[in-house]
């Protein structure tokens, strides 16, 4: 039987990946003394790596595909196939961002200015690549970790470090200089694995369950009745039903109308429902959605 062998982020991507993927249908069970989970699908053999090190194991065929962060891919230089991004935070637009920060009462206002600086990061091949784009020598060192403590201590001038919102760098009293660039969640593939029917089917039916999973997010689905005379007013009061599925009931005169909405604007038509002579509404939560 064909196997596709797949790399889950270990770290701070683990837990929201286990839950993605069980709404997506999986059952996926993770135990802290293993870094091979079980999952209810004899075709996938799951291990979990750190982001870091996936698209090194992807690029050289030890995994097929993996699940991770596009700044890694770019750091890595891995040459990659990358299939889709999965947007696990609505609220950011799964964006975020490698920037240049200093202690807020630093001189360095921008990239010229780190001549001759020490730069401590994560991602030393980026920084020097942006360094050598703005045609700045500095000296970058690899940080393992407490990057805005070095900074706020002196021992080092400036750092790269990523950031969702700027918040946790504020609250350290640091500014931020300029971005470096900016990274998604990226499903990846190996390239051979990629041009494999089996493989390539296989990682594409598992991308289009994550996608679904990821679509429900904070949507829910709704059920009504309504008489037929008053489904015109329905539509054209509420736009969000512009598209709703419309079916005739048993009782002449009356339609059965169902439809997907944010879960946050919910209490808002719910009343207008009622208005326009909804009856029998039903709010559900759903999983998936196939777009």
């Known amino acids: ?28 069970v ?34 097929d595909c993996g699940i991770t962060g596009a700044d890694w891919v770019a750091e890595n230089g891995s040459k990659v196939h990358v299939m889709t991004e999965l947007q696990y935070s609505k609220a950011t637009s799964n964006k975020v961002r490698w920037v240049l920060a200093v202690p807020e009462n630093s001189a360095i206002k921008s990239v010229k200015d780190l001549a001759g600086k020490r730069i401590a990061t994560e991602v030393v091949g980026i920084t020097k690549k942006y360094l050598s784009r703005n045609k700045v020598k500095a000296q970058v060192e690899f940080s393992w970790g407490a990057t805005e403590a070095k900074v706020a201590s002196g021992l080092v001038d400036a750092i790269v470090e990523l950031t969702e919102t700027g918040s946790s760098l504020r609250a350290n009293k640091l ?8 990274s998604s969640t990226q499903f990846i593939a190996n390239k051979t694995a990629f041009k494999d029917t089996w493989k390539h089917a296989k990682m594409d039916q598992v991308i289009m369950l994550l ?81």
């Open 1 to 28: 039987m064909p196997i596709l062998k797949l790399g889950l982020p270990k770290g701070s991507l683990q837990d929201a990946t286990v839950a993605l993927f069980e709404k997506a249908g999986y059952k996926l």
């Open 30 to 63: 993770v135990s802290s003394r293993s870094y091979f989970p079980h999952i209810d699908d004899l075709e996938i053999s799951p291990v979990l790596l750190r982001a870091q090190e996936m698209s090194r194991y992807v690029e050289d065929g030890t995994l």
């Open 175 to 182: 500014r931020i200089v300029e971005t470096l660039c900016e």
């Open 211 to 291: 996608r679904g999973a990821l679509a429900a997010n904070n949507m829910v689905g709704l059920k009504l009745n309504i008489a037929a005379k008053n489904l015109d007013r329905l539509l054209s009061t509420l736009p969000a039903l512009k598209n709703p599925t419309v079916a005739p009931l048993a009782q002449d005169g009356w339609l059965a109308v169902e439809t997907v909405i944010e879960e946050g604007v919910v209490r808002s038509i719910i009343p207008a429902l009622k208005d326009a002579g909804a009856q029998g509404i039903i709010e559900y939560s759903i999983n998936k959605l196939i777009i």
